[in-house]
């Protein structure tokens, strides 16, 4: 079962007695635990049937007693414990494990962590509940993640926007969702996101971002690629390296993969990268001037610099002069 597939259930009046959700990806974590805390009860029911606790400060007699009190006035209560990683003795609510309340909907979420289900705690959650086990998207899931959110508010987005935003921000969720809400309320009668609103509206240069290095890469365009990182020198925030080093990985690394694909249309060579057909052309072009041995090379500087980003044989060079290093030694 998923984060989506358990509030699908509480939409249908569906509930089990005790949800553990676990895991790498907090977004998942959050949106059941937010969704429980707001949603489950009116706001009349609240006021007597919910109860939150924090995991540093929990502790265990607290939360089984609360577990085991009937609702007031409603069919339930709902009981969360949030940060349950922090949790000291956590093993001791077994007890109640062992004989939950129908009338209890109790909620944990285990962040950056998973038990250990050989254990019999574990095996009393998948036997009287649900267990969850978040992980965290990969690059192409993001861009159909952020599309589905789009898609959900009746909006569309065109796939230059999309990309900057995805590239932009990374991995964090919960941001994405943030910018897309943005985006939504000042989008006016429109329903299309275009490149010039993420622009405007997140703060993304369509000039001068992850995206568009990537691109001068690919075509070798030196001068295009010092007047982009001449401009994340004097905007650090447009470009932090940690950002950057990842986002090339991923674009070369496809390009690697380009030479194990023999033949098909260009929608079949897109999905077996993982790249939407749109894009296809910039990683076509990296592959022409970047030869096997090439792009094998950028890899491996990529490695080395990721390395240094963060210290390692560096002697206190910043982040600027290390890409701008970085880069001049791809484009040799």
Known sequence: MSAAAIIADWKKGKYKPVYWIEGEEDYYIDQV????????????EASFNLSVFYGRDASWPDVINACKRYPMFAERQVVLI????????????????????????????????KLDSRRKFAKLIKEKGVLV????????????????????????????ALSLLVDHIGSDMQRIENEL?????????????????????????????????QTALAKKD????????SYFEGNPKAGPIQLILPSLYGFFSKVFMLYGVSGGDEKTIAATLGVPPFFLKDYKAAARN???????????????????????????????????????????
């Open 82 to 113: 949030k940060e349950a990683q922090h949790m000291r003795d956590i093993d001791k609510l077994e007890s109640y494990l062992e004989q939950p309340l129908d009338s209890t909907v109790l909620v944990i979420g285990y962040k950056e962590k």
């Open 290 to 332: 970047f030869d096997y041995t090439a792009t094998e090379k950028v890899l491996l500087l990529l490695h080395h610099y990721n390395l240094r980003s963060v210290g390692i044989g560096t002697a206190g060079a910043s982040d600027a002069s290390l890409l701008r290093e970085l880069i001049m030694k791809i484009l040799l």
């Open 222 to 229: 030196t001068a295009r690629c010092l007047r982009i990182i």
């Open 33 to 44: 635990l937010n969704y429980a805390e707001q949603r489950l009860l009116s706001e009349s």
């Open 181 to 213: 809400e943005k985006l939504a309320v000042n989008l006016g009668e429109r329903k299309s996101i275009t490149a010039d609103d993420v622009e405007r509206y997140v703060g993304i240069s369509k000039e001068y971002n992850v995206f568009e290095l």
């Open 133 to 160: 086990t978040t992980k965290r998207l990969y690059e192409q899931d993001l861009r159909s993640f952020a599309e589905s959110l789009v898609n959900e508010k009746g909006l569309s987005i065109q796939p230059m």
